[in-house]
């Protein structure tokens, strides 16, 4: 994966610890919400499922392939959002993808926690796409 070898050495090492290590892989017998989805540019393939109680985000079960920066955003977006209220998780959502496609200041990255990681992702355009994926399908979750 050239595009990471490109990103700041410290960025780098978490994406690969998320990548070959990857949070909250499991499934959940019985999901409160669950949802496929995936990137044909890429081939990366994911499925979310959500645990959700009293509108907090109790557990998180993510399964998947696919490239590097897929899996590693997938896991990083689970370990960011787990134990968020479900208006915070969205908000959160919407400042990822600022970071990814737009400029995000730098007051409202602590918000993101490790997944800021990504944001080199940015310098290349067809891989924003992969590090969305699991994100945009989280958002279709939290606000359907
Ligand atoms: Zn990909």
Same mark, same amino acid.
């Not at 700041?8 to 090492?13: A, L, N, P, T």
């Not at 044909?40 to 490239?67: A, H, N, S, V, Y």
């Given at each position: 994966?050239? #595009? +990471?070898?490109?990103?700041?050495? @410290?960025?780098?090492? =978490? *994406?690969? $610890?998320?990548?070959?290590?990857? !949070? ?20 990366? #393939? +994911?499925?979310?499922?959500?645990? @959700?109680?009293?509108? =907090? *985000?109790? $557990?998180?079960?993510?399964?998947? !392939? ?20 479900? #208006? ?57």
């Amino acid at each position: 994966m050239n #595009e +990471i070898n490109q990103l700041d050495e @410290m960025y780098h090492e =978490i *994406i690969l $610890d998320h990548y070959r290590s990857p !949070r909250n892989n499991h499934v959940i017998s019985q999901p409160t919400k669950e949802i496929e989805s995936n990137n044909p540019f890429c081939g990366d #393939e +994911i499925k979310l499922q959500l645990k @959700m109680e009293g509108g =907090i *985000i109790k $557990d998180i079960g993510i399964t998947g !392939r696919g490239c590097a920066i897929s899996q590693a955003s997938a896991s990083l977006m689970g370990e960011t959002l787990l134990g968020k209220q479900i #208006e915070e998780a969205s908000v959160i959502y919407h400042l990822f993808r600022e970071l990814l496609t737009g400029e995000l200041s730098e007051d409202k990255m602590d918000q993101l926690g490790d997944s800021v990681a990504l944001e080199g992702v940015k310098k290349f355009p067809i891989r924003v796409k992969c590090a969305l994926l699991s994100w945009s399908a989280m958002r279709d979750m939290l606000e359907e």
